[in-house]
Structures are given as structure tokens and as C-alpha cells.
């Protein structure tokens, strides 16, 4: 099984700030990386799929790269809405995600 | 609009089973694989199966191979996961979730509300 490792797995941050997420999959995925936001409560929302290919209506602040074994998320401008947790998922084979990371303020 | 309708959970003893639904609209559901999805309390996400738009095709998770039966009736929009052997382990709200494609697509672009199954004694 390929297993996907997400750091950090907290992340405290500020309205206005950039922050990155890093996803590192335990053998080379190439390039099939989806990521996804998911508020308390709520089904997850597909962000980005494809490392950096972004799902329609989704705000271009959120851009995301990679290939291989390691991956980010990038959102440029935290907004108040952008607090939650965020997780990545490998489909190279079957599909496993990471842990999570939950960004706080 | 796509709507994604899960129901069925509830509590159920340990070695019993459970058979949750989704119904789908809004969207031509023979065309889409579709996936079921998993999250136990406070805890990650882990896709437990999946099966193609056409039903030809399922795919699962170590975690349930041989316990769990994905299935689907394309003339009722609707999409069924059988649990069988239920372990606690097995608690979970389980989400159903529409792929971007239809065939072995994991990409998950619309997720449903999910239901909660609860397994204990």
C-alpha cells in the first residue's frame, strides 16, 4: 500500500498569510494528487486534482506542485473561510490519503 | 445541482451487518464511478471501495475485502454499500462520493452528507 504522510499535522496561522502544506507518498505516485478541505462537520471539497490542476470554482489562491514523492499546498492569502483541515490523496493505486493537516488561527 | 443522499446507518452489534444507500441526482449517474469513503470519529479519511459507472467493475480496501459489497442500480440513481462481519473498528460516517470519470477514477469531485454507522454492544 502506498502510504501518504502529511506535515505538519497543526499549523497555526494568521489572516493574510501564506502558508504550505507538505505531502510526501512513500513510493512515486507521478503526478495523481488530488487534495481536499474539510470544515468540522462537513463532507470534504475537492480542491485541486492532478498536483495542480485547480476544481472549478475554487479560488485561485489555492495552487498545489509536485511530482513524484512530494507534494504541497500552497494558499496565498489566508482567508477566514480557509480554516480547516486539508488532506491529500494518492490514485496512483487504489487511493489512500494522508492524516490531515488542520490549520488553525 | 448534484445531490448526494446517504442513509441507513445506525447502531449495529459486532459480527452483524449493515447495508447503507445513496441516492444520486443532478447529474447522469451511469456515466460516473462512484466511491465510498470512510471517517471514523476525530479521525482521517479512508476510501473503502469504489465501483465503476457501468458496475462491471469494484474495487476495496484490505480493510474490507470479504466483508464489504459495493453495488449499484443504474435505473434507480443509486449506489449500495453491504457490510458484513461489522467490527468496531468498522464505526464510521461513511460519505458516498462521485469521481470526475467513469471508470477506475478515485478523483472525488462531489461527496454526500454521509451516515453514521455505529458498531458496538
Known amino acids: 500500500d502506498i502510504q501518504m504522510t502529511q506535515s505538519p499535522s497543526t499549523l497555526s496561522a494568521s489572516v493574510g498569510d501564506r502558508v504550505t502544506i507538505t505531502c510526501r507518498a512513500s513510493?512515486?505516485?507521478?503526478?495523481?494528487l488530488a487534495w481536499y478541505q474539510q470544515k468540522p462537520g462537513k463532507a470534504p471539497k475537492l480542491l485541486i486534482y492532478?498536483?495542480?490542476s485547480l476544481e472549478s470554482g475554487v479560488s485561485s489562491r489555492f495552487s498545489g506542485s509536485g511530482f513524484g514523492t512530494e507534494f504541497t499546498l500552497t494558499i496565498s492569502s489566508l482567508q477566514p473561510d480557509d480554516f480547516a483541515t486539508y488532506y491529500c490523496?494518492?490514485?496512483?493505486?487504489?487511493?489512500?490519503f494522508g492524516q490531515g493537516t488542520k490549520l488553525e488561527i | 445541482e448534484v445531490q448526494l443522499l446517504a442513509s441507513g446507518g445506525g447502531l449495529v452489534q459486532p459480527g452483524g451487518s449493515r447495508r447503507i444507500s445513496c441516492t444520486a441526482s443532478?447529474?447522469?449517474?451511469?456515466?460516473?464511478?462512484m466511491s465510498w469513503v470512510r471517517q471514523a470519529p476525530g479521525k482521517g479519511l479512508e476510501r473503502v471501495s469504489g465501483?465503476?459507472?457501468?458496475?462491471?467493475?469494484?474495487y476495496y480496501a484490505d480493510s474490507v475485502k470479504g466483508r464489504f459489497t459495493i453495488s449499484r442500480d443504474n435505473s434507480r440513481n443509486a449506489l449500495y454499500l453491504q457490510m458484513n462481519s461489522l467490527r468496531a473498528e468498522d464505526t464510521a460516517i461513511y460519505y458516498c462520493?462521485?469521481?470526475?470519470?467513469?471508470?477506475?477514477?478515485?478523483?472525488?469531485?462531489?461527496w454526500g452528507q454521509g451516515t453514521l454507522v455505529t458498531v458496538s454492544s
Open positions: 490523496q494518492q490514485y496512483e493505486n487504489f487511493s489512500t
Open positions: 465501483i465503476t459507472g457501468s458496475g462491471d467493475t469494484t
Open positions: 443532478g447529474f447522469t449517474f451511469s456515466t460516473y464511478a
Open positions: 513510493q512515486s505516485i507521478s503526478d495523481w
Open positions: 462520493a462521485k469521481a470526475d470519470c467513469g471508470g477506475d477514477c478515485k478523483v472525488l469531485n462531489y
Open positions: 492532478r498536483t495542480s
